[in-house]
Nanobody, 123 residues
Framework: QMQLVESGGGLVQAGGSLKLSCVAS????????MAWFRQAPGKEREFVAA????????YYADSVTGRFTISRDNAKNTVYLQMNSLKFEDTAVYYC????????????????WGQGTQVTVSS
């Protein structure tokens, strides 16, 4: 089992920044691909970004490319999501997830999930 705990969400004005963190425990964090997903009210969960086990490669949803950056610190069992130039449409609950295979954007491919942290962007 792997437990994931997100933090860092909050209320921010459009154009502002937030940095989310997700701390993992219980499994070999450094062997997992880590990702962020989000779900807005009334909408389906969507992929945001993912990073490979070494941190050397990452991929993003088109909607956040150039604004969000995913990173990880394997010594701290933590993955981050730096969000800049936030928009109203970025408002959602953000979830951290872990998978053993790199390259997935489908939530079904991720085995472990956190409880989520709320990000609200005011326009």
């Amino acid at each position: 089992q792997m437990q994931l705990v997100e933090s860092g969400g909050g209320l921010v004005q459009a154009g502002g920044s937030l940095k989310l963190s997700c701390v993992a425990s219980g499994r070999a964090f450094s062997s997992y691909t880590m990702a962020w997903f989000r779900q807005a009210p009334g909408k389906e969960r969507e992929f945001v970004a993912a990073i490979g086990w070494s941190g050397g490669s990452a991929y993003y949803a088109d909607s956040v490319t150039g604004r969000f950056t995913i990173s990880r610190d394997n010594a701290k069992n933590t993955v981050y999501l730096q969000m800049n130039s936030l928009k109203f449409e970025d408002t959602a609950v953000y979830y951290c997830a872990a998978a053993q295979i790199y390259g997935n954007r489908r939530g079904e491919e991720y085995k472990y999930w956190g409880q989520g942290t709320q990000v609200t962007v005011s326009s």
